[in-house]
């Protein structure tokens, strides 16, 4: 299979017509969708816009990729655009971009496909090839001089290798020799692109290397345990974790994956000179602190705290559900029936893990796998303590900690003993040290807190409710999704645990269905603000919205940030406040309008809810501008 089989003539847009970057989006996007290779518009575009958050993919000299690997794309497919006067595309080296290639890659392409796509991301690193698309006038000229250099790079892929068996018989003085693993988020462009900038630059210093790429085909020329312990420094250019251990005692150099394309002389350099810390992996005993110190302190709290609670959602979710279904079928058929009591016995096994896995793993993103067990016998230990969710966040923390001070105390012990480690010293002292810590300290403390906490929040008066749900409900807004969306979350699933009180959950829920919500009835009653292709996501925004799912508002956010972003804190701060002032309560942790049937007063939180999405769409389509251009595919973007 050549790149002409995916990148078609009938792909190209030459010229573009986009002027901003989230109008390229839409215009490359609309295209896949025209051609039948994508069936889900707002899918796709959703992944290309979670790549760019990660990283933006204009790579820099005039070139971008954005690219999504997802259940949207039926078949693989490259889409090439020329703009002769250049987007401003947020890249690296912050030129405009000239030529783009939108890489469609479905979730279960071939290894074939994904072949093909690595070659393409290999020849974008050549000067000549750029420079003579940025002068193509067709399709079909694009097309020849793809192909030119698919034959050239297989020449001289092929003299390439006789000329290294040639110059090893022949050199006798040794040449540096480093090794690098290069791996991104989706695996289909900037892994290969690094792959090959840093092979090219390291011929070019005499530097002989070995490159391991992590791609969405797996895992290719994997290093070997000779390789390793040669080299005198691993270069990791990734954007996404990649196996470690195997690195231990030696000098790694961590940078992103974009440095491994535009920075590899910096990067080989550094190699070679061990410009590096030595790497510790776990088990290691001979760590020097101040090299490789994975307890960095308040730098990684939000990622262990997160790490927690993405590892607590399912559980929340299908038991939270499972459970308000069996208090349901408890109003219809009493308690003595067999389904409340299988469902309330099967929700309630999933239930009673919630604090557990919470504090788990976070003592787990602290602590590698040693601080597992500490941190689910700490929170299963502020469980029985009457310590509740507080309890346990603080169980996670204090046993991944622990686990840190254990591993320091134990790693002046000798070599002989380091097997006893992992089997039997950290499990019994992390054990020891954090129960011992939740027992007499941890748990009482918090026993103390978490009822006073309970007991005001049950004692506030209406206008204290009011303002607290409508700051719950405001806080899912701010960043849909992120720190505070999720902050206003965890307290709400913490009450809900501790008392099964649902009033707050009604709050947060209100204030996550809003966004989407608001900007799908939005491009309905102010079409002349929107775009078509906005007009398209705000009819799925309205399902996502009715869904419980806030994320579906992100693509407008980001397009117009301060108009989306605060109308939907005043509609969702709106909704969140009536939710608790005519005291409607949802017992399930997620669900949307599906588990609104299961909530106390339920008409009233649809009122709540058809309000506060009528009052932000209202603000957002008159404080947003008329588009400039109807018939134009780009996204409004001030």
Request: with cysteine.
């Amino acid at each position: 299979m050549k790149i002409k089989d995916i990148m078609l003539k009938d792909l190209m847009v030459i010229p573009l017509q986009a002027q901003t970057k989230e109008g390229v989006i839409d215009e490359m996007t609309t295209k896949l969708k025209e051609n039948g290779i994508i069936d889900d518009y707002d899918l796709f575009k959703e992944g290309i816009l979670a790549r760019e958050k990660q990283t933006s993919t204009g790579l820099g000299d005039g070139i971008a990729m954005p690219h999504a690997k997802n259940k949207a794309v039926k078949k693989p497919a490259v889409v090439f655009a020329k703009s002769d006067a250049g987007v401003d595309y947020d890249s690296l080296d912050g030129q405009p971009a000239h030529l783009f290639f939108m890489i469609a890659a479905p979730d279960n392409a071939n290894n074939v496909h994904l072949e093909v796509l690595a070659s393409l991301s290999r020849l974008l690193i050549n000067p000549d090839l750029i420079q003579k698309l940025k002068n193509a006038t067709s399709a079909e000229e694009v097309e020849t001089l793809f192909d030119n250099a698919e034959t050239e790079k297989e020449l001289e892929e092929s003299a390439s290798e006789s000329a290294q068996t040639t110059t090893a018989t022949q050199e006798s003085a040794p040449r540096p020799f480093v090794v690098a693993v290069t791996a991104c988020p989706t695996g289909i462009a900037h892994t290969y692109m690094a792959e090959d900038s840093l092979k090219k630059k390291a011929k070019e210093m005499g530097v002989d290397i070995r490159v391991e790429t992590n791609g969405s085909d797996g895992t290719k020329n994997r290093l070997t345990a000779e390789e390793i312990q040669r080299a005198s420094t691993i270069i990791v250019a990734a954007d996404k974790k990649v196996e470690m251990n195997r690195f231990s005692g030696k000098r790694v150099l961590e940078r992103p994956v974009s440095d491994g394309i535009n920075k590899t002389e910096e990067l080989i350099n550094k190699a070679i000179n061990q410009e590096a810390p030595i790497f510790h992996g776990e088990g290691d005993t001979s760590k020097d602190d101040n090299e490789y110190d994975k307890a960095s302190g308040l730098g990684t709290i939000y990622k262990d705290l997160m790490n927690g609670i993405s590892h607590m959602l399912p559980f929340v979710v299908g038991g939270g559900i499972i459970l308000a279904l069996s208090f349901l079928f408890e109003n219809w058929f009493g308690s003595e029936s067999a389904l409340f009591l299988s469902f309330n016995t099967v929700g309630g096994a999933a239930f009673n893990f919630l604090i557990p896995i919470l504090a788990g793993y976070i003592a787990y993103s602290i602590a590698d796998r040693p601080g597992l067990l500490p941190g689910m016998a700490g929170g299963l230990l502020a469980v029985s303590s009457n310590a509740g969710f507080l309890g346990g966040l603080i169980a996670g923390f204090m046993a991944g900690y622990v686990m840190i001070l254990v591993k320091k105390m134990l790693s002046s012990l000798p070599k002989s003993l380091a097997g006893l480690k992992t089997i039997l010293l950290f499990p019994v002292f992390g054990l020891l040290i954090t129960g011992l810590l939740m027992y007499f300290i941890i748990g009482p403390v918090f026993s103390t807190i978490n009822n006073a906490m309970i007991s005001f929040l049950g004692s506030l008066g209406t206008g204290n409710a009011i303002l607290l749900g409508a700051v719950l409900g405001g806080m899912m807004a701010i960043d849909m999704g992120g720190p505070f969306n999720k902050a206003a979350y965890a307290f709400s699933i913490g009450i809900f645990t501790d008392t099964g009180d649902g009033r707050w959950m009604a709050a947060v829920m209100a204030g996550g269905m809003i966004p989407p919500l608001a900007i799908g009835l939005a491009t309905m009653l102010f079409r002349k603000k929107f775009t078509s292709a906005e007009r398209q996501s705000g009819l799925s925004n309205i399902v996502l919205g009715m869904s419980f799912i806030t994320e579906g508002a992100i693509p407008f956010a980001a397009a117009d940030p301060l108009r989306v972003i605060g109308s939907s804190i005043i509609g969702s701060a709106i909704a969140g406040g009536l939710t608790q002032f005519w005291n409607t309560a949802i017992p399930a942790p997620h669900g949307g309008i599906f588990v609104i049937g299961l909530a106390d007063n339920p008409l009233m939180f649809l009122l709540a809810l058809i309000i506060g999405a009528i009052i932000s769409a209202i603000i957002l389509g008159i404080w947003k501008k008329n588009t400039p251009d109807e018939g134009s595919l780009e996204m409004h973007n001030i």
